[in-house]
């Protein structure tokens, strides 16, 4: 087994368990509507491996990803997506808004765009309060044709808030190709306008994703201002489990032989890949376990956190 603390042990792990959580998941005839993270992986890990205890991560509702790699375990977020009690918010939040801002996860957002607003306002919050955290905030480029982008990235530049915008560009809104429905050569430059820094990367590449997030958000932390990221990815699956996938066969083998966590284990032994598979495939099985011990929330958790 390489070093756990190693730069290839880490986020080779995390993206792992990610893959491995969602093929269990999917197994189920009880997994609900999902939004999966497959081929995605590399962006929301390589993310959050720039990312400091102080900071906030915002994700879309194709939040498996993002919420694991932020560190809400496994236990938690399987309990949440079927519903349980002992998920994070007790069931209630499902996959489309779960969240835990005292680990730094303030929440995914099931509507296309709704989060970055959301985001600038933690950001003012942030600034004003003089913490010392980051705002990340996440979406799919379908979100890149909505008026909330420009509007937070105008009111980000004028007020200089501590937030960083990545747009995790799958190249599909559903099943729209991304040169269908927005115009710019690259996404990140929606930025130039409004005089903000931006840079597109592979987000096949889990170490060009954390290095170019890493840069971003350290600059902001030292008072520099927001900026956008754009990570070219893939997603290996449908949009969702209950649409269809309108790529070729032909065009899925292409996408799946450019994917992230065989491009970061190249070179390790398949003993190590081995191990390490059992032990994520482990720490889900058990993750299941819980879940389906676990209670359901009592019918009195339907009038709990309601304003």
């Known amino acids: 087994m390489p070093n756990p603390d190693s730069d290839i042990f880490r986020p080779l792990r995390a993206m792992m368990l990610i893959r491995a959580f969602e093929k269990a998941l999917v197994s189920r005839a009880d ?14 890990v390589g993310l959050c491996d720039a990312m400091g205890p102080d900071d906030q991560l915002l994700s879309s509702g194709r939040s498996i990803g993002p919420a694991l790699a932020r560190g809400i375990t496994a236990d938690q977020v399987m309990a949440e997506l079927l519903g349980k009690a002992t998920g994070p918010n007790r069931g209630k939040g499902g996959r489309g808004h779960i969240a835990q801002p005292d680990i730094g996860f303030f929440g995914a957002h099931a509507v296309v765009g709704g989060n970055l607003t959301i985001a600038a306002g933690v950001a003012l919050a942030m600034k004003v309060e003089q913490r010392p955290g980051v705002v990340v905030c996440l979406f799919g480029d379908g979100a890149c044709g909505s008026g909330a982008l420009h509007e937070t990235l105008n009111i980000a530049a004028i007020w200089q808030l501590p937030l960083v915008l990545v747009c ?14 927005l115009a710019p050569a690259r996404l990140s430059d929606l930025a130039i306008p409004f005089g903000l820094p931006g840079a597109t990367v592979d987000g096949m590449d889990v170490v060009a994703v954390r290095d170019a997030a890493r840069e971003f958000i350290e600059a902001a932390r030292r008072g520099k201002g927001p900026a956008m990221l754009e990570c070219l990815s893939e997603r290996f699956f449908s949009h969702s489990t209950a649409t269809r996938d309108t790529r070729s066969a032909a065009e899925l083998s292409e996408i799946h032989a450019r994917c992230p966590i ?5 070179g390790l032994s398949p003993a190590i890949r081995a191990a ?7 720490e889900v099985a058990a993750a299941l376990t819980k879940a389906d011990n676990a209670p359901w929330p009592d019918l009195a ?7």
């Open 31 to 44: 997994h609900g509507f999902q939004l999966l993270s497959s081929g995605e992986e590399a962006v929301a």
């Open 168 to 181: 995790n560009n799958n190249q599909l809104s559903v099943s729209t190709a991304r040169g269908t429905a």
């Open 262 to 266: 065989e491009r970061l284990a190249h």
């Open 276 to 282: 390490l598979q059992a032990e994520v495939d482990a």
């Open 301 to 307: 958790e339907a009038l709990s956190d309601v304003l």
